[in-house]
């Protein structure tokens, strides 16, 4: 009986462990997780312990990055970086002998990365020290040349991960402990802050029109004063209007 090859999911967010294991289980069912970590520095203490022959790991997480974690892992298995990073990055990727995977996971796209694991475990881990150093030259001039802003949500609707493309959303709205997102189609509810989300949203994209409200820019459809003087927004595809408030009526100086 062969023994069974074993894996150590690396991310910080819980939705993208279950959802890289799920996907796993899809397109290589032998597979063994050993287990999940939720930054390199436990990334670290549990490939010693469990040995796994491969890992997926995240790059952007606290305390110690997916690269740095990299740099000690290396030579011990096989490294995947599932990464959210934009074109650039992934080119500077696909100049290395390392994987990756775009965030959120693709089935197709796991299935082309676990049939070349399966061919490289036959060889011992390349020695790729050398590349990393120069993933990371890569990526910080990336980084310096346009800043990565948020391009997926994730949300949790039941016991399954809902990913939703920025694109998609109409507006963001606070509410209690939660944010409202709004597409055209659904309305769910994420633990991210608005104030979270004003951070990691592109401002050409996406304007805040009130402190409890970011609204995407291309959805609104126009703006209007009613009785009270108040400027109010109505976006494409929802028929409420949102109140833009004083703090924010420069927005829409034309007015």
Not at 57 to 80: E, N, T, W
Not at 213 to 240: C, F, H, K, S
């Amino acid at each position: 009986m062969n023994t069974p090859v074993t894996a150590l999911i690396v991310d910080d967010e819980a939705p993208m462990r279950d959802q890289l294991r799920a996907r796993l289980r899809e397109v290589w069912p032998e597979l063994v997780v050993v287990g999940e970590a939720a930054n390199g520095i436990d990334a670290i203490a549990m490939a010693a312990q469990h040995r796994p022959q491969i890992v997926f790991l995240d790059i952007r997480m606290p305390g110690l990055s997916g690269i740095d974690a990299a740099r000690q892992l290396y030579d011990r298995c096989h490294i995947v970086f599932v990464t959210a990073y934009d074109q650039y990055a992934v080119d500077a990727f696909e100049q290395g002998a390392m994987d990756y995977l775009l965030k959120p996971v693709v089935a197709e796209r796991l299935k082309m990365s676990c049939e070349r694991l399966r061919l490289r475990l036959a060889a011992a881990p390349q020695d790729i020290g050398a590349q990393l150093a120069q993933l990371t030259r890569l990526l910080q001039q990336g980084e310096g040349r346009k800043h990565e802003y948020l391009r997926w949500i994730q949300a949790q609707v039941g016991s399954s991960l809902r990913m939703i493309s920025t694109r998609e959303v109409l507006f963001f709205q606070s509410d209690e402990k939660y944010t409202r997102v709004q597409t055209a189609s659904a309305e769910l509810l994420i633990r991210k802050t608005l104030k979270e989300l004003a951070d990691e949203l592109d401002p050409d994209e996406f304007w805040r029109i009130h402190r409890s409200t970011l609204v995407r820019v291309d959805a609104i459809a126009e703006v209007t004063r009613d009785m009270r003087g108040r400027q109010m927004l109505r976006v494409r595809n929802y028929p409420q209007e949102l109140e833009v408030s004083r703090n924010h009526a420069h927005l829409f100086q034309q007015m």
